[in-house]
């Protein structure tokens, strides 16, 4: 799946979640998901927590902190 497509899995929306990057359609905050991975959880582990999200909306969250990353 290309950059782009992943991306518009993220939503920000200031009457949801303060304004957070969240998974859209979910209040599952993008830096939470990071910080699963980071912690050292698995996709499948963060997917038995979440089950109403895809694996594809974890490869959002890692495409979304990419792109912040490009911007410094």
Do not use: Q
């Not at 359609?25 to 089950?51: K, N, Q």
């Amino acid at each position: 799946m290309n950059p782009e497509t992943l991306l518009s899995r993220i939503s920000i929306d200031p009457n949801i979640c303060h304004g957070k990057p969240c998974i859209r359609g979910h209040r599952i905050w993008v830096s939470l998901i990071l910080d699963y991975l980071a912690s050292g959880m698995t996709v499948e582990e963060i997917l038995d927590g979440y089950p109403s999200i895809e694996r594809d909306d974890i490869f959002a969250c890692i495409a979304y902190g990419a792109e912040l990353a490009n911007l410094i």
